[in-house]
T-cell receptor, first 116, second 111 residues
Framework: KAGVTQTPRYLIKTRGQQVTLSCSPI?????VSWYQQTPGQGLQFLFE???????NKGNFPGRFSGRQFSNSRSEMNVSTLELGDSALYLC???????????????FGEGSRLTVL | SQQGEEDPQALSIQEGENATMNCSYK?????LQWYRQNSGRGLVHLIL?????REKHSGRLRVTLDTSKKSSSLLITASRAADTASYFC???????????FGEGTQLTVNP
């Protein structure tokens, strides 16, 4: 069974640009969560999607958005990039909503974003 | 904000020794999980312990949970160089479904 796939793995953008990251969950998983990881802030929850609906949202500005498609694939978008958006963006999938009932999250390898 | 605080932030040991990492959290939880992350890679789930459990084992891993102290510990026995990684505890609050991560412990196992 294929794992969680994130694309692209690495990308470099400049301030003011926008970026779209993609995540394909494990087949059969309906929940996709996104996390931002930086050395200073650690792992911060961005949002969670289940059945194409955003179910949870973290404390990030409106520049951060996402969506989920009918095949459970998810994208997140960051507009008007700032230097502080440089981070590893991790996507995770699970069978049910979050990890509350099903336990573990399955993570992808991440997309490393560098903003210059 | 982080739900969990981990201690120590960094730990360096020799192969064959045991490694113990601690995690404290703030709210009532549904379960607590431990994840491992190799440098720059994704996180891998290690073990889950529910709020009504006190101890759990998986191979060389032993996890304890003390809900009265809001703390957990992860013990890795007979460590190997391949255990070198960052280890994170993560909690799910009883009222929610999102997983909130601690700050992590960087473990280095020297051959």
């Amino acid at each position: 069974k294929a794992g969680v796939t994130q694309t692209p793995r690495y990308l470099i953008k400049t301030r003011g640009q926008q970026v779209t990251l993609s995540c394909s969950p494990i087949s059969g998983h309906r929940s996709v969560s996104w996390y931002q990881q930086t050395p200073g802030q650690g792992l911060q929850f961005l949002f969670e999607y289940f059945s194409e609906t955003q179910r949870n949202k973290g404390n990030f500005p409106g520049r951060f958005s996402g969506r989920q498609f009918s095949n459970s694939r998810s994208e997140m978008n960051v507009s008007t990039l700032e230097l502080g958006d440089s981070a590893l963006y991790l996507c995770a999938s699970s069978l049910g909503l979050g990890a509350r009932y099903t336990g573990e999250l399955f993570f992808g390898e991440g997309s490393r974003l560098t903003v210059l | 904000s982080q739900q969990g605080e981990e201690d120590p932030q960094a730990l360096s040991i020799q192969e064959g020794e045991n490694a113990t990492m601690n995690c404290s959290y703030k709210t009532s939880i549904n379960n607590l999980q431990w994840y491992r992350q190799n440098s720059g890679r994704g996180l891998v789930h290690l073990i889950l312990i529910r709020s009504n459990e006190r101890e759990k084992h998986s191979g060389r891993l032993r996890v304890t949970l003390d809900t009265s102290k809001k703390s957990s510990s992860l013990l890795i026995t007979a460590s190997r160089a391949a255990d070198t990684a960052s280890y994170f505890c993560a909690t799910i609050e009883t009222s929610g479904s999102r997983l909130t991560f601690g700050e992590g412990t960087q473990l280095t196992v020297n051959p």
